[in-house]
């Protein structure tokens, strides 16, 4: 390279937008999920783990905690498990297809979740085990691993459903309606439905997520190019905290490699969680900042 190619280089590097170093400051507690399922305490040491990869999950009042399990010897088509404080199941639903990618506890004791397979489902399962609701989703069958991810159950009703390989997140009533939907730039992973009606959306190997109006017209994104280091490495779980923070998973990242970071709405990162483990966080739930328990609701 000549030196003045290098001198331009140097200067689109320098123009380039990059976001501010994280705050040393800050902390956070959260439960990581993926080959390792664990709680990091803010130390951002393992406070607690389970013996089993997981994919989705959500710390409970008692200390326990719900699960969908990966498929394993023990479930081959996934599963849907709760864990008290001491790692003792206490409630259980072996998926019937090919994986169990979500779990959400309802305010009623039952549980959402939804199965992948020749006949995607979104499910609603009593304590008993007992199947409440079923809603068939309108997905593509070739690739039963790429149909659905984080589905969630909103105020309304519906449930907000990503279907990765069809990059689109649509909202169905409990009877299977499609209501609402918008054509994502990459696979979605993760979908929140927010307090103002926008959506939030965390687009896997787009490396980027994206926030969209009622009317699905982008409002809002934020992709490596805007952070130093580019530290987004396959974007799937995304939380959106109640200062307004948005924090993004790596699941590609590796060891000594940056696995969570949380960027601001103006593109600053905020915090960033780093540890050696080969794996990455496939989802997660912030639970702590700072010490102390957020207050707002969890969006995620």
Same mark, same amino acid.
């Given at each position: ?11 689109? &590097?320098?123009? *380039? ?13 959260? &439960?990581?999920?993926? *080959? ?28 326990? *905690? ?55 489902? &979104? ?67 993760? *979908? ?109």
């Amino acid at each position: 390279m000549t030196r003045s190619l290098r001198i331009a280089a140097l200067l689109a &590097l320098a123009a *380039a937008p990059r976001a501010a170093a994280a705050d040393p400051a800050v902390t956070h507690s959260f &439960l990581a999920f993926g *080959a390792e399922t664990r709680l990091i305490d803010a130390a951002g040491k393992v406070a607690w783990r389970y013996p089993a990869a997981s994919r989705d999950g959500w710390a409970l009042p008692d200390g326990g *905690a719900l699960l969908a399990l990966s498929k394993s010897k023990e479930y081959p088509g996934g599963a849907a498990v709760e864990v008290n404080k001491d790692g003792k199941v206490v409630f259980e639903f072996k998926g019937t297809q090919a994986e169990v990618n979500t779990v959400q506890p309802l305010g009623d004791g039952t549980v959402l979740l939804t199965e992948a397979g020749p006949k995607p489902r &979104l499910l609603e399962v009593a304590r008993d085990g007992k199947v409440l609701v079923e809603v068939p989703l309108q997905a593509q069958t070739r690739d039963h691993h790429l149909q659905t991810r984080m589905a969630r159950k909103l105020a309304n009703g519906n449930y907000l459903v990503p279907q990765l390989l069809d990059r689109v997140v649509r909202e169905y009533t409990p009877e299977g309606k499609v209501v609402w939907e918008v054509k994502t730039p990459h696979m979605p992973f993760t *979908a929140i439905r927010l307090p103002d009606g926008n959506t939030l959306i965390g687009c896997t190997l787009g490396h980027l997520v994206v926030e969209v109006d009622r009317d699905g017209k982008e409002v809002w994104r934020v992709t490596n190019d805007d952070l130093t280091g580019k530290p987004i490495n396959d974007a799937c779980g995304v939380q959106r905290l109640p200062n307004g923070n948005t924090v993004i998973t790596s699941h590609h990242a590796g060891a000594k490699q940056v696995k969570l970071t949380e960027v601001t709405r103006e593109k600053k990162v905020a915090w960033t969680y780093t540890d050696d483990r080969p794996a990455g966080i496939h989802h997660f739930q912030i639970l702590e900042t700072d010490g102390k328990p957020l207050a707002g609701p969890a969006l995620r």
